[in-house]
């Protein structure tokens, strides 16, 4: 079982900047491909980023890209999420999720194995 804790969520006004942190209780962290998620209320949850195990392949949602950088260090059992240029669209509630040897499908939700509680991201204009 894969215990996912994420922090560093909050409230920033547009243009601002958040790091979010993703600290994992797993075993082999290496072995996981790590992912971000958001749902805003009343939306889908949908995709940010991820980042694979084996050679740290990293893709990001198109509305993300260029803004959103996603990183890992292995040796704290965590990955990271920075964010920048925020926007009140990218207001949601924003959650970690893990997959062990993922290589497949890591854009969509069900991919995932574990999942974290989620951090409150919210961006005023």
């Not at 994420?6 to 547009?14: I, N, R, T």
């Not at 980023?49 to 050679?55: L, S």
């Not at 509305?63 to 260090?73: A, E, L, V, W, Y």
């Amino acid at each position: 079982q894969v215990q996912l804790v994420e922090s560093g969520g909050g409230s920033v006004q547009a243009g601002g900047s958040l790091r979010l942190s993703c600290a994992a209780s797993a075993r082999f962290f290496s072995s996981y491909t790590m992912g971000w998620f958001r749902q805003a209320p009343g939306k889908e949850r949908e995709f940010v980023a991820h980042i694979t195990w084996n050679n740290g392949y990293t893709y990001y949602a198109d509305s993300m890209k260029g803004r959103f950088t996603i990183s890992r260090d292995n040796a704290k059992n965590t990955v990271y999420l920075r964010m920048n240029s925020l926007r009140p669209e990218d207001t949601a509630v924003y959650y970690c999720a893990a997959k062990q040897w993922g290589v497949l499908d890591l854009i969509k939700s069900d991919a995932y194995a574990y999942w974290g509680q989620g951090t409150q991201v919210t961006v005023s204009s």
